[in-house]
């Protein structure tokens, strides 16, 4: 069980203060699949950082498995949004890694890759 109790958070940038949570609450059980939707810039993944413990709500609390957890919680497996994939991992399908140099090389058959 993940409870999440009124948490709130605020990003201070350049004199700029961003409200990116306000008074959230929310309540995951074990084994429960769930989906956060919303509007880009409405929170989602600073809630799901502050779940895994990149860093602490200014306001509100997280438990895991009812206990507070302080720094990133190990226990929980997450894929950031963004940079995360391995060079490698691009879908781009005019590259490909060489076996035996495990080097980049690009494909003879770029161009038709291209338009698959
Ligand atoms: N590191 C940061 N410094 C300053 N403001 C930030 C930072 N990270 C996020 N924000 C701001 O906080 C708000 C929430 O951002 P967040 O990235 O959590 O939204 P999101 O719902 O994940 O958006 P998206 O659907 O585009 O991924 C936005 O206004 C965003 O500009
Ligand atoms: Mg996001």
Known sequence: MISIARVGHVFRTKGRRVQALLETDLQIRDREFLTIVGPSGCGKSTLMNIIVG????SSGEVLYRGRRHVGVNRSIGYVTQADNLLPLADASPERRVSPSS?????SPSGASARSV
């Open 54 to 57: 990149l860093f602490p709500p």
């Open 102 to 106: 495990c080097a980049w090389s690009e």
